[in-house]
Nanobody
């Protein structure tokens, strides 16, 4: 089991930016991504990318505002979030899978971090 630890969450005003980081240890995950869960809602897909970045997918709600990236040498995953909106408020989770197929459903990922809180004030 690969351990994932997120960081970078916090409180930001609408229109602001945050950069989330996820550090992996204990193995290699070919596909890594971000999910989020708002209060009272189900966890949802945000973004994911393949090992070499050849395949990247975003949820429609974040396209053009969020950018996912990774540094394989450092085993790090990032999510640059710009033009944040109050509806982006959620706990953000880093996830990964060993198969090199980018997926958007929770059940396709078997490695999860503990999450980091992002709060966007209006």
């Amino acid at each position: 089991q690969v351990q994932l630890v997120e960081s970078g969450g916090g409180l930001v005003q609408a229109g602001g930016s945050l950069r989330l980081s996820c550090a992996a240890s204990g193995g290699t995950l070919l596909v890594m991504g971000w999910f989020r869960q708002a209060p009272g809602k189900e966890r949802e897909f945000v973004a994911a990318m393949s090992w070499n970045g050849g395949t990247i997918r975003y949820a429609d709600s974040v396209k053009g505002r969020f950018t996912i990236s990774r540094d394989n040498a450092k085993k790090m995953l990032f999510l640059q979030m710009n033009i944040l909106k109050p509806e982006d408020t959620a706990i953000y989770y880093c996830a990964g899978r060993t198969r090199n197929i980018v997926a958007v459903t929770l059940s396709d990922y078997d490695n999860w971090g503990q999450g980091t809180q992002v709060t966007v004030s209006s």
